[in-house]
């Protein structure tokens, strides 16, 4: 059986399969793998439910401008010296929000100052966190923290928080989740809590669990392979691309997990995916190419994104869409991206 099983570079960044080129980039082509049952789902166990086009009320629409840029809405970035938390300041000062010139970050990092968008901004190190954030939070009462530091930091992170009632969007990924989500529930502060702050991605996720909820099987027999691309230091497989094969599964493709084909060789990036030179840093490619019994039809799905301004922006909407409920009161307190799409606030 022929398969198409190469990739090759295109003068776009874009990736496409191709049987042609370097063998030694071959796809994992899985047709007979056990069905995997569990679910990597996006939307949790929430209640999936199309949008709805609503009127505000006068409260709500003095909410939704009281919490624009600019209206007293303050962010503390914890991780700042890291790629993604110096995404979210400049995102956030390009928007109009003030930024806390505070940070919390490790020991080694303790007492550094870092300058981004003209702004200094201070790194606290573990020791002095709660009485650093108590002392921020009364000066800003509006506050609301960002957090992207490490996997190992995001339950002890989250029961800081919840300790002072400060509110915060977690963009880190890893931790305990089950515990992630105790701390804040017993806690009952505000929080905007997912792995995933891109939101035309998330958009993209959403409908593809709409479509297994709605058309179980509907690719039944379709074999499947799937390709995705980050920068180096990205040794795990992509929580993206398990939530989509997750999808796939539930519409009837049979495929393991492990065969996810990852690529982090910069070399192969730029020469055979099509990554931008200067996003090998920072990236996020994702293929996904089903094709029938017959080999007579073919569907791909594809998602590329180069640099981090993305979940940056997605990151400044959550935080203005948690500014607004806080305002409102919201009786829900925790959120996930797909809330913050559904309430058509984005910029």
């Known amino acids: 059986m022929a398969t198409t099983n190469w990739l090759v570079s295109s003068p776009t960044p874009s990736v496409f399969l191709h049987p042609s080129v370097n063998p030694r980039l071959a796809f994992a082509s899985i047709k007979n793998q056990t069905l995997v049952k569990t679910r990597v789902s996006f939307l949790g166990n929430a209640k999936r439910r199309l949008p709805a086009v609503l009127s505000m009320t006068a409260t709500e629409e003095g909410a939704v401008k009281s919490v624009l840029p600019g209206n007293g809405i303050s962010i503390m970035v914890n991780g700042c010296t890291g790629k993604m938390g110096k995404a979210v300041i400049k995102a956030a000062d390009t928007a109009g929000v003030n930024i806390v010139p505070t940070s919390f970050g490790s020991a080694s990092e303790a007492g550094q100052t870092v300058e981004v968008c003209g702004k200094e901004i201070t790194v606290h190190g573990p020791t002095e966190r709660e009485e650093v954030l108590s ?3 009364q000066k800003h009462p509006e506050l609301i923290v960002v957090d992207y530091t490490i996997p190992t930091a995001v339950n002890d992170n989250a029961e800081l928080y919840s300790r002072v009632g400060v509110p915060f969007v977690m963009g880190t990924t890893g931790g305990d989740r089950e515990k992630l989500y105790e701390s804040v529930e ?3 502060i505000y929080a905007v809590i997912s792995p995933q ?4 991605v998330v958009a993209f996720l959403a409908a593809m669990e709409i479509m297994a909820e709605q058309f179980p099987g509907a690719f039944s027999g379709y074999s499947l392979e799937v390709m995705e691309s980050h920068q180096a230091s990205k040794l795990d497989a992509s929580g993206t691309a398990k939530a989509v094969i997750s999808c796939f599964q539930e519409l009837g493709v049979s495929y393991d997990m492990d065969q996810i084909q990852l690529i982090r060789d910069p070399k192969q990036q730029v020469e055979m995916v099509g990554v931008p030179e200067e996003h090998v840093s920072g ?3 994702h293929l ?3 094709t029938s019994p017959d ?3 073919s569907f791909e799905f594809q998602h590329n994104v180069c640099g981090r301004s993305i979940y940056a922006e997605g990151t400044v909407d959550a935080v203005l869409f948690l500014a607004k409920k806080i305002r409102l009161k919201a009786d ?3 959120y996930n991206m797909i809330d913050v799409l559904r309430e058509g606030n984005m910029r």
């Open 197 to 200: 702050m891109g939101k035309q």
């Open 295 to 297: 080999e007579t039809v």
């Open 186 to 188: 017993k806690a009952k």
């Open 288 to 290: 996904y190419h089903l």
């Open 283 to 285: 990236h996020a490619f």
């Open 332 to 334: 829900q307190r925790i």
């Open 135 to 137: 002392s921020v939070f």
